[in-house]
């Protein structure tokens, strides 16, 4: 089946599973959802329903997993040469770990939804937003102080665990950043990108 081919056969029936390779480039929002419209559908579905912004969304995946689907950790390697086990039990493109991914599924009654999946995933990106503004404070436009909470847990934010972390800072900051450049490029294409794919 040619690229084409394929294209037309993944938008026909809706299939998140043909956009399982990461993207060519991870900069331009406009070019990554152009090539995977049930990216922005799924981007669209988890604003409406849990108030967070596609910029936003896309911010923090591309910095769990570039937007891979089957991201993991690397292993602990013994004597820096034989690997071992993982760090954590993070998985997919919301690098979801295993006991926040059962809670996300009880809590939600979304008991079939799967890691690599992104609408799955930006879904429970969603999810953790919602928890953050309800235990943390933080509002579903603060995409700094939402990928603190992503990354130390509502309870380690609350303390500060993050204070004197400078690399998690400096990576929160760049989450800050590349949710304001995605968000300034989807409102630019949005138009475009709701276009149905035939009319493009």
Request: proline share 4%.
């Amino acid at each position: 089946m040619t690229r084409a081919g394929l294209v037309l056969f993944c938008a026909l029936l809706g299939l998140t599973a043909c956009g399982h390779r990461p993207p060519d480039q991870v900069t331009d929002a406009c070019l990554i959802l152009e090539d995977n419209r049930s990216w922005w559908r799924a981007l669209q579905r988890t604003e409406e329903r849990w108030g967070i912004p596609p910029g936003v969304q896309l911010a923090i995946l591309r910095r769990e997993s570039s937007f891979n689907a089957h991201a993991r950790p690397a292993r602990n390697r013994l004597l820096g040469i034989i690997p071992t086990s993982r760090p954590s039990s993070a998985y997919g493109y919301a690098q979801a770990l295993d006991q926040t991914w059962d809670w996300y599924r009880e809590d939600t009654g979304r008991r079939g939804a799967d890691r690599d999946d992104f609408s799955d995933a930006v879904d429970f990106v969603g999810w953790y937003s919602s928890k953050s503004r309800q235990l943390s404070g933080v509002q579903p436009h603060q995409a700094r102080e939402l990928y603190l909470t992503y990354h130390e847990g509502h309870g380690g934010y609350n303390r500060g665990s993050y204070r004197g972390r400078s690399w998690l800072i400096n990576a929160a900051d760049t989450v800050a950043r590349d949710a304001s450049r995605y968000q300034a490029q989807i409102d630019r294409c949005e138009r475009r990108l709701n276009r149905r794919f035939w009319l493009l």
